[in-house]
């Protein structure tokens, strides 16, 4: 549909600016890790601290320091889905919230920070958990942290652009429908293989315009979701 391939299009543009921001986190994580490390004695190639105390010190750092590096690039992220939100509004764009809150009561910079909250989180107890085995040297376990952030975060980063660009581009539809005159719209699921279990069920229901809500009548129903609204043809021909 045109709709999908619009919005499709604005993020795959913008893939490589996320992809440098999830290069620049992964360094970020790696600094943080070898910082630890020369901190609290943990020596190449044995990855054991030298003590209790010390362990539980660089637990604490590690936890701490990786949150504060992986939310330093928030407002660049910030900035990448501004730019193809407004885009994707046109000359719609003072009239659509970008930082409206729905599914959550979150805005779409809540949602950043959140999936940058789980990286490093999972990035910690990864790091942790290699420390305490000792199955791995030291440069190793910086390694895979690395790269595990850098993939994670271009994952997040492209799930989260496609659902709130989905959620901009259906405002948008939504706008020009009461432009028009329409009173109600029909919700339209993409049916195909990845289809979910919910939009094909929400598919060609019709709901008022004031029944409009994002994650519950109108789309984005959940992540990556693209389904879109269309005007209700009939009953503006009969009213």
Same mark, same amino acid.
Not at 36 to 50: E, Q, T, V
């Given at each position: 549909? =045109?709709?999908?391939? =619009?919005?499709?299009?604005?993020?795959?543009?913008?893939?490589?600016?996320?992809?440098?921001?999830? =290069?620049?986190?992964?360094?970020?994580?790696?600094?943080?890790?070898?910082?630890? &490390?020369?901190?609290?004695?943990?020596?190449?190639?044995?990855?054991?601290?030298?003590?209790?105390?010390?362990?539980?010190?660089?637990?604490?750092?590690?936890?701490?320091?990786?949150?504060?590096?992986?939310?330093?690039?928030?407002?660049?992220?910030?900035?990448?889905? &501004?730019?193809?939100?407004?885009?994707?509004?046109?000359?719609?764009?003072?009239?659509?919230?970008?930082?409206?809150?729905?599914?959550?009561?979150?805005?779409?910079?809540?949602?950043?920070?959140?999936?940058?909250? #789980?990286?490093?989180?999972?990035?910690?107890?990864?790091?942790?958990?290699?420390? #305490?085995?000792?199955?791995?040297?030291?440069?190793?376990?910086?390694?895979?942290?690395?790269?595990?952030?850098?993939?994670?975060?271009?994952?997040?980063?492209?799930?989260?652009?496609?659902?709130?660009?989905?959620?901009?581009?259906?405002?948008?539809?939504?706008?020009?429908? &009461?432009?028009?005159?329409?009173?109600?719209?029909?919700?339209?699921?993409?049916?195909?293989?990845?289809?979910?279990?919910?939009?094909?069920?929400?598919?060609?229901?019709?709901?008022?315009?004031?029944?409009?809500? =994002?994650?519950?009548?109108?789309?984005?129903?959940?992540?990556?979701?693209?389904?879109?609204?269309?005007?209700?043809?009939?009953?503006?021909?009969?009213?």
């Amino acid at each position: 549909m =045109e709709i999908d391939r =619009e919005y499709d299009l604005e993020v795959e543009n913008r893939r490589k600016e996320l992809e440098e921001l999830a =290069e620049d986190d992964a360094n970020k994580v790696r600094d943080v890790i070898v910082a630890a &490390i020369l901190l609290y004695g943990a020596g190449f190639p044995s990855s054991k601290l030298l003590d209790t105390n010390k362990q539980k010190e660089f637990n604490k750092y590690i936890q701490n320091e990786l949150k504060t590096a992986l939310k330093t690039n928030a407002n660049w992220e910030e900035g990448i889905f &501004i730019s193809v939100f407004d885009r994707i509004a046109r000359n719609q764009n003072n009239n659509i919230d970008y930082y409206a809150k729905w599914v959550g009561n979150k805005t779409f910079r809540d949602r950043i920070l959140a999936n940058r909250e #789980k990286i490093a989180k999972y990035i910690e107890k990864s790091v942790k958990k290699n420390i #305490k085995k000792d199955t791995k040297n030291l440069l190793s376990i910086v390694e895979e942290a690395s790269k595990s952030t850098k993939k994670k975060q271009i994952n997040h980063s492209l799930a989260l652009l496609r659902t709130e660009t989905n959620r901009i581009v259906n405002r948008r539809e939504l706008l020009d429908m &009461i432009d028009k005159g329409y009173k109600k719209y029909v919700y339209c699921a993409i049916i195909d293989g990845r289809t979910s279990a919910i939009c094909r069920s929400l598919d060609g229901n019709v709901y008022n315009i004031n029944e409009y809500m =994002e994650g519950e009548t109108a789309p984005p129903i959940h992540t990556n979701c693209r389904s879109y609204i269309i005007g209700d043809e009939w009953h503006l021909m009969i009213e």
